[in-house]
């Protein structure tokens, strides 16, 4: 067997591989974005039963394979069950993992984007903290974990608005969601954070999609910003 590497992780999506095995795309720390075959997770007995869900975030042992990474053990600190138990959350969470899913690729240092990730499925369980804010912040961060953050819009924004953006900016990883806002500057935040994404991440993603079909999609007083 190779080296085990121990690397904290989250999976991002799972797959029925085989009758007993699974195939798992996970976001690490350590190596990036991975594919990883966990080997008789689906038996009956298997001790790794429900540790192999998406969201579940923890400890990760790998050893690499010939083309992918093998499931050595998991330590799950958090299963993330507030999200899975409440569709709205868990279309926001679907689509917070697609975009990092999009951001990190294998060999990658993925830590940044773990911890926002991890710290925005956090904030989606947080009931006095709006889903449509989180998803500006993650998605303002990400626009920066990308590389491509412009700074403040070239148009004049509300007081409130820089101050939110120049904190999302700046703050700890552990602080990100630590503001509150106005009504006002809540929809210019949503709105800015809707046109960073569109204009400085190029993908596309289904989660979007399902969201916009559920009507979780909607972007406060959407107009033709540029």
């Known amino acids: 067997m190779s080296d ?6 989250m999976i991002l999506a799972g797959f029925d591989y085989s009758e007993y095995d699974k195939r798992l ?33 923890g400890r990760i042992g790998l050893f690499a394979g010939k083309s992918a990474y093998n499931l050595s053990g998991i330590e799950v600190s958090n299963y993330f069950e507030g999200i899975r138990q409440d569709m709205e959350r868990m279309c926001y969470a679907s689509y917070f993992a697609d ?14 984007v773990l ?22 912040v993650y998605e303002l961060r990400m626009v920066m974990e990308n590389g491509v953050y412009p700074g403040l819009p070239d148009r004049k924004v509300l007081p409130g608005t ?6 999302i900016e700046e703050a700890d990883i ?31 993603f289904k989660s979007l999609d ?10 406060m007083g959407q107009g033709s910003e540029s």
């Open 4 to 9: 085990v590497i121990e690397t904290t992780g």
């Open 25 to 57: 795309r996970i976001l690490t720390a350590d190596v990036g974005k991975v594919t990883v075959f966990a080997r008789g997770v689906r038996r009956q007995n298997s001790k790794y039963m429900g540790m192999t869900d998406m969201f579940v975030f």
């Open 99 to 112: 975009l990092a899913d999009y951001s990190v690729h294998e060999n990658m240092d993925g830590k940044g």
């Open 115 to 136: 911890m926002l990730l991890y710290r925005s499925l956090q904030a989606l369980e947080t009931e006095s903290i709006d889903n449509r804010i989180v998803r500006a």
């Open 162 to 167: 820089a101050s939110a953006m120049r904190h």
């Open 174 to 204: 552990r602080s990100l969601y630590s503001f509150r806002v106005t009504e006002e500057v809540e929809a210019e935040l949503i709105r800015t954070a809707d046109l960073y994404r569109k204009r400085y991440i190029q993908g596309s």
């Open 210 to 219: 399902v969201m916009e079909a559920m009507g979780y999609d909607t972007v």
